[in-house]
């Protein structure tokens, strides 16, 4: 049964930084894309970043460029987000996602497995 997994959430100051995991089971993490989404009170889900290990390639939305990093370890099956130079605006629930790599039409498709959600939240 294929799983996703997140962790690594918390409460952070501004300007800090948080490690997200996403451990998978039941599934081989280069067959899949994996996406990181978020969603803040009250607002839609927003997909944030992905990630294509068989394909070497990554995305991010414009609001984490430069400050997120996304990146697979195929070894561990897990995934990987880190999150600098946070600020009150990223604070939301973190998923985690996958979709099988032939059926991947970008971050605003359909995603097919989610994980529970990690909180994170920026706060001083």
């Known amino acids: 049964q294929l799983q996703l997994v997140e962790s690594g959430g918390g409460l952070v100051q501004p300007g800090g930084s948080l490690r997200l995991s996403c451990a998978a089971s039941?599934?081989?993490?280069?067959?899949?894309?994996i996406g990181w989404f978020r969603q803040a009170p009250g607002k839609e889900r927003e997909g944030v970043s992905c990630i294509s290990s068989s394909g070497g390639w990554t995305t991010y939305v414009n609001s984490v460029k430069g400050r997120f990093t996304i990146s697979g370890d195929n070894a561990k099956n897990t995934v990987y987000l880190q999150m600098n130079s946070l600020n009150p605006e990223d604070t939301a629930v973190y998923f985690c996602?996958?979709?099988?790599?032939?059926?991947?039409?970008?971050?605003?498709?359909?995603?097919?497995?989610w994980g529970q959600g990690t909180q994170v939240t920026v706060s001083s």
């Open positions: 996602a996958a979709v099988y790599k032939m059926s991947y039409k970008g971050l605003s498709g359909d995603w097919h497995y």
């Open positions: 039941g599934f081989t993490l280069s067959d899949y894309i």
